[in-house]
């Protein structure tokens, strides 16, 4: 057995055998080159964060892959949307996945980010905008910029599965999109400098992440159109009458949440979410 009690007055070994111990899991790489992969069929890893805790239950594991809930609360809002991330380690690197999510209205959007913080970001994925599907690169750079950012460079947007991802090489992110397959040829959207995301430029000390993002239209633009239309039609709105308006809102913002966005690695196919390939 282990350990070995010696008889009294045993002078101490120099050597002893190797006492047979369970196998253990292989480490999870945390520097030098590496490739990690999650399917998301168990329990979330401890390395996947969030931004802030959760007040409800937004996202979800298992045969499917990863769902995540789209939500009416953005990157931007300093709130918990529906966006789980992990560190991007290495100043050469790539972060894909397959996505498939339908946007209802416009506003809707769900896709890969890399992150510095609320202010300063950049989102690759599916939205809607203008009453039809793109894909699109927004970036957000400052605390003074639009919520949900600024478009740099979109596509029309095919319906079905897409592949997404973002690629950091030194300077610059490449944002490319490919259709699902073994081998997928991947297509261009946009290259923009990291600069934006240099504690320098966006402050703080902790770096950037990569991770997947859904969210729903602007509730707060929807409230304030709103309540327009309504003084225009009664002149003064009472304070109950406001927050009930607001609560249709969220209502309506939940029932557009149903629309899930599943990243998972699907039969057949050789990603899913948070596929990291770091130099």
Known sequence: GWPTILPPATPIP?????????QGRAAIPTNGAFTLRDDFRGKLPAYWMMLRNPQTAWYKTGPAGLQLIARPVGLADKGNP???????????ASAETLLRFTPEKDGDRAGLVVLQN????????????????VLAVDQREGPNAPRL???????PATAGP?????????RRYRFSYAAPGAKPVWHLLGTVETDSLTTKVAGGFVGSVFGVFAGTGDARAADQRLDARQQQVVGEIRQGQ????RRQIDHAGDRGGECYVVVARAAGQRFDAGNIHST
């Open 242 to 245: 406001r927050i009930a308006a």
């Open 82 to 92: 529906s966006f789980l991330a992990r560190r991007q380690q290495h100043m050469n």
């Open 149 to 155: 950012g600024k478009t740099l460079f979109s596509a």
């Open 14 to 22: 120099w050597n002893h055998p190797s006492p047979v111990l369970p």
């Open 118 to 133: 609320d202010d300063y970001w950049f989102f690759l994925g599916r939205k809607r905008a203008g009453g039809r599907q």
């Open 162 to 170: 897409v592949r997404l991802r973002i690629a950091v090489e030194g």
